[in-house]
C-alpha cells in the first residue's frame, strides 16, 4: 500500500482544475552549496524529482543539492550560476535527467571534469529512448537547433514510473561504491522505494482497466508516459505540443485544431503545465474552462512539501475523479 495522501480540492464544474499534488515529505535542497557536510555523499540533480529520489535513497548519509526546485522555475530554459558550477565541481554524484532536457547540467558536468560513471542520466537508464546522456555515443539521437531535444524522444521519464523504480537501483549502486559502510542502508531504502513504485503500477494499471481509452488534450507532453500508461489518447496536434516545447508560437492551423478539439466536447480533460504557459496555453486553459472542460494542472518538479510517490499517486487519484465525473 502507498502511503496516505491527501487530495487536492475539487471546485467548480466549467473549470475543474486540479493540482496534482499531495501531503508528503520534501527531502531536497535549495539550489546551491555552502560546502557539503563532512563525511555526507555530496550529490547534485538537475531537478527536486531526481534530488528526492536521491535523498529517498540515501537518506542521513547524503547530501543533496537539486538546482531546479521552484514551480516558478522552467528546466527548459534555465540558465546554470556560477553557484550551480560549484556545486557540481564538489558532487560525488550528479543526476541528470537527460535526452535534452537539462542541457545546463550537462554542460556544467563537462566543464567540472566530472566522471562520468557517477552521472546517472534518466534516458540511458528508462531505455525509452536509447542513450542521450553521458555514457552516449555521439551520434545517438538528433537534436533540435537551439534547444536540444533528442528527436523522436519524450524526455519526461520520469513520469513513467518504472523508470523511476530502476533509476533508485542505479543510485543505491552508485552511492554504495562511494560509500560501503552504508550499503546495505541504500539497498533497503531502494527495495523500499520500489515496493512504492509496484504499488503505484498496480494502480495505475487498475485505473486503465477503467479509463475507457478516453481522448485528452494536452497543452504539453510532459506527462506523455503517464497518459500513455493509462491508454489514454493524446488528440492534440503535434504541432502544437512541439511549439509549446521549443518555447516559440504555435502555427494558427494548429492553435485552430487544438481549439476545435477542446470546444468539441470530445475530450476528457484538457492536461495543462503551468511551467511552460504562454499566451496560447492560457487561452486554451480559458476555452476549456469555458466549455466545462476539465482542467488537470501537471508540473514538472515537486510541488512544495511533496515528494514523488505522493506525489505521482495524487495524479492518479486526480486522473480518476476527473475521468468518473
Not at 52 to 57: F, G, M, Q, V
Not at 78 to 101: F, H, Q, W
Not at 166 to 175: D, F, I
Amino acid at each position: 500500500m502507498r502511503p496516505f495522501r491527501g487530495l487536492t480540492a475539487i471546485s467548480g464544474v466549467a473549470g475543474l482544475a486540479l493540482m496534482l499534488s499531495a501531503c508528503g515529505q520534501g527531502s531536497s535542497e535549495s539550489s546551491g552549496t555552502d560546502g557539503g557536510e563532512a563525511g555526507k555523499v555530496q550529490i547534485v540533480a538537475s531537478t527536486d524529482v531526481y534530488g528526492d529520489l536521491a535523498a529517498t535513497i540515501g537518506g542521513e548519509a547524503v547530501e543533496v543539492t537539486s538546482i531546479i526546485n521552484k514551480l516558478s522555475q522552467d528546466p527548459h530554459s534555465y540558465e546554470a550560476t556560477a553557484r550551480d558550477k560549484l556545486a557540481v565541481s564538489e558532487a560525488d554524484v550528479v543526476i541528470e535527467n537527460g535526452g535534452g532536457y537539462d542541457p545546463f547540467l550537462h554542460g556544467l558536468v563537462d566543464e567540472t571534469d566530472k566522471d562520468h560513471d557517477y552521472v546517472v542520466t534518466a534516458v540511458d537508464v528508462s531505455g525509452l529512448g536509447g542513450q542521450t546522456g553521458e555514457s552516449a555515443p555521439p551520434e545517438a539521437g538528433d537534436e533540435h537547433a537551439g534547444h536540444g531535444h533528442v528527436e523522436g524522444l519524450n524526455e519526461h521519464v520520469w513520469y513513467d514510473f518504472e523508470t523511476m523504480g530502476k533509476m533508485a537501483a542505479v543510485v543505491a549502486e552508485k552511492l554504495s561504491e562511494l560509500d560501503p559502510a552504508n550499503a546495505a542502508t541504500f539497498e533497503t531504502n531502494s527495495a523500499a522505494f520500489n515496493e512504492d513504485i509496484d504499488a503505484l503500477v498496480q494502480e495505475r494499471d487498475a485505473l486503465a482497466k477503467r479509463a475507457g481509452n478516453a481522448d485528452v488534450a494536452a497543452t504539453d507532453p510532459v506527462p506523455h508516459y503517464l497518459l500513455e500508461a493509462l491508454g489514454l489518447h493524446n488528440e492534440t496536434p503535434a504541432d502544437f505540443l512541439q511549439a509549446v516545447e521549443e518555447g516559440s508560437d504555435a502555427a494558427p492551423v494548429a492553435v485552430k485544431e487544438t481549439q476545435d478539439l477542446i470546444s468539441g466536447g470530445t475530450v476528457s480533460f484538457v492536461a495543462y503545465n503551468e511551467q511552460t504557459e504562454g499566451p496560447q496555453t492560457q487561452q486554451l486553459r480559458a476555452l476549456a474552462e469555458e466549455a466545462g472542460v476539465a482542467v488537470v494542472v501537471f508540473t514538472e518538479t515537486l510541488p512544495e512539501g511533496q515528494d514523488y510517490v505522493s506525489w505521482m499517486g495524487s495524479n492518479l487519484d486526480n486522473i480518476s475523479t476527473v475521468l468518473a465525473a
